[in-house]
């Protein structure tokens, strides 16, 4: 074992039971209502407002893979007319419905809305779509404006500002719940907190060593950041991480006993071979110090947060700025660049994962960038973050080992080399 | 008529865009702003003096050798033609392309190509996808004036409201015959092939407007003077292929193997609005209200007012349809999606479909047309 597993590990196993206990507690009562969302630029501080419990169906299917269970409801899906080049999250969580697996062994409510926050990912319409004409369920997409300048305009704000308060009426009339300002308030002061906790936390990894690894360890903590964020669980939750972590930094401890190398991995994890996958980089005592993964529900290391005296208008920029999906490639690019330098890494790994084009098309463009551009050394390998299938696991092994052997060379030579 | 057909079908073909150079050659100050598939506004672009460019990748004509370095597996050929497009100096006539939020690769090539041609204007419209919000019409308005403003810059000059207007008029015009065009082909099929169909329209996306609208007047009148016998075949809808384009050759080989298209969504842009936009009042705001609530039922536009699957069997009866075959391009992801639910409402309502799949630099046809066959044979002696 590798990785640090303490309090941290124990109380996420706890909060992601107790949150399937209340998606089986709807399922079985009709109440509290459950709401299916994205994970990405998601607005979990509205929900939590009207006291309704989140359906994330990202967070099923990666469950499923890494449990090793997404490949048979993934052929369920295929059964039905989807193809082999669809999203395998979308395939997933589909044929996980149709068979009535859970993560959990729990059930899951049929949503009382499906509410496609539409935060840069095209698939996420089609798959909310999908869940809304196969559970017949009602859907309500959020148009999030795409990042195309450097920050939104007043008309992209005004325009999700409008839709959040059209949503608020949505869900009053479905639920039956009045709508509660100070609730909402009181949920972004929560997340407000918790961002600013999770921030600092991300920020520790820039101390050689770093006390974790911010991309595998990282998504231990994103399971509560996007569950409970605007919660008082999660701020608590957050306050003890960051304490625990802070004291693992005060010892000089990090993720292995020496650390070696320092990377940015971007692209999301091959869940189905994620013990295999993070092997390969435990063997050469390698950590990431950064990872655009962890970004995709909020980007907070670079100082946004939800603030509660503008709770509509801070939802929405964070829906429209701050959440890696809705921002434009370039941005992407410079993301990394500042990963790079202030985290001081060694190099960049990128995932390309089949699925997911989003992130994927055009990682060729960045590695071009990456390693002509910054002269930074980079590897670009190719599997899936939810389909067994396509983990060719000797192939990438052999790639990493060749990366890392020739990073080494380069640093003890003082040099810097390039690509693999 | 033959030789116009030809002539749309080679201007079609041809990637150094020696329609656009010309204009160019004839307008020294104009610019030519191309536009990724499905739908621009292309009203907007031609007010300001520009030529509009519907930009559909490569085809079959240049042989990728940079971009799939960029794009990496699992993309559309569309996506890595239109790339290597510019990475071996096509794009040189253009001054700008414009992007839509259509899917996800389409968003990154955007700023793939802004990366590597930073003298190109380029830039990304976010067109709605939630036309049941009210809101969506004022920011849709609000998007297009930033695309106006964008526009004057690049051009050194105002773009007058009535310019717009002017061109929404314009365009009305071309879509009307477009739209006549399509409702004679459904009901003289054989009249009408559907490769020349295509090639007419297609030529619209390289063309200034009203030299397009005069070639649709032109062939209006010699598909009414030819003389024709009906076919054996069975009426199918095309649908799926409304980005990357299929080859020519695939279009030829579903009439060849008996089929009557009676309707498609090849050149759904040119076609966008199924009635007029007003050509009174704001005309940006017509522009933005015709997209929200004129727009056809299309795989890259959410509307759950209307959804697409009960727009395609909608299309399937008043087009009077026995089958729907889907032309998907391999790794559109849309369209592999859409076909789920489209499929299930075809199979409800008892209507056979085949699925195919194609990319735009294929040239062996010949399991693509055993398929067919096997399909149209099925249907035919059933």
Known sequence: MTEYRGWIHQRQKELMQRWYARLDESARTGWPPAICLMISGNCVELLEAFGIVPIYPEVNALQLAIRHQSLEPILAAEELGYATDNCAYVKADIGAYLMGLTPSGGRLPRPTLVLCNFVGCNTYIKWFEHVAALLDAPLYVLDVPFLRGEEPSPADIAYVVAQLKELVQRIEALTGVRFDLDRFREAVRCSQRVEALWSRIKHLARREPSPFDAYFDAITLMGPLYVYRATPEGVEFFERALAELEAKAARGEGVYECERFRVVVEGPPPYPYFRAFRDMFARWRATAVASTYSTVGGIWEFGFRHDPDRPFETVALHMLAHNLTNRNYLQRYDQIRRYVEDWRADGVIIHFVKSCRLFSAGQGDMRDYLTKVLGVPTLYIESDLEDPRYFAEAQIRNRVDAFFEALERQKRAGRRMIAV | ?382
């Open chain 2, 1 to 382: 008529m033959e030789e116009l057909i030809r002539r749309c079908e080679e201007i079609v073909r041809d990637v150094s865009f020696p329609t656009v150079r010309r204009w160019k050659a004839e307008h020294p100050q104009g610019k030519a702003i191309a536009y990724f598939p499905v739908y621009a506004p292309v009203e907007v672009i031609a007010a300001a003096g520009m030529l509009p460019v519907g930009l559909r990748g490569a085809g079959d004509r240049l042989e990728i050798q940079h971009a799939d370095a960029r794009f990496g597996s699992f993309i559309c050929s569309i996506v890595k033609t239109t790339l290597e497009l510019g990475l071996t100096g096509h794009l040189a006539p253009f001054d700008g392309v414009l992007f839509s939020s259509i899917c996800d690769s389409a968003r990154n090539l955007c700023f793939v190509l802004k990366r590597n041609f930073p003298e190109l204007y380029v830039d990304f419209l976010h067109l709605p996808h939630n036309p049941e919000s009210a809101s969506s019409r004022a920011f849709l308005r609000s998007e297009y004036a930033r695309l106006k403003a964008e526009l004057e810059r690049l051009a050194g000059r105002r773009i007058e409201e009535e310019r717009i207007r002017e061109m929404i008029a314009r365009y009305n015009e071309n879509r009307r015959l477009i739209r006549a065009l399509y409702e004679w082909r459904a009901e003289e099929p054989h009249r009408i092939r559907a490769w020349e169909l295509y090639v007419l329209v297609r030529a619209g996306d390289v063309l200034p407007v009203e030299e397009h609208t005069a070639l649709l007047r032109e062939a209006r009148e010699g598909f009414a003077r030819r003389q024709v016998k009906p076919r054996d075949s069975i009426r199918v809808i095309l649908e799926s292929a409304f980005c990357e384009q299929p080859p020519l050759g695939v279009i030829r080989l579903l009439e060849d193997a008996g089929c009557y298209i009676v309707d498609e969504d090849l050149t759904l842009g040119r076609r966008w609005f199924r009635e007029d936009v007003p050509v009174n009042g704001d005309p940006l705001q017509a522009l933005a209200e015709s997209y929200l609530d004129r727009s056809v039922a299309s795989s890259v536009r959410h509307d759950w007012r209307y959804p697409r699957f009960r727009a395609l069997l909608q299309k399937v009866r008043a087009r009077r349809a026995q089958a729907v075959i889907f032309l998907i391009a391999k790794f559109c992801e849309p369209a592999y999606f859409d076909y789920v639910l489209f499929k299930r409402e075809l199979e409800r309502a008892g209507i056979p479909h085949l699925l195919l799949e194609f990319e735009e630099k294929m040239y062996t046809f010949e399991r693509l047309q055993t398929e067919v066959e096997t399909f149209v044979e099925s249907l035919l002696f059933d």
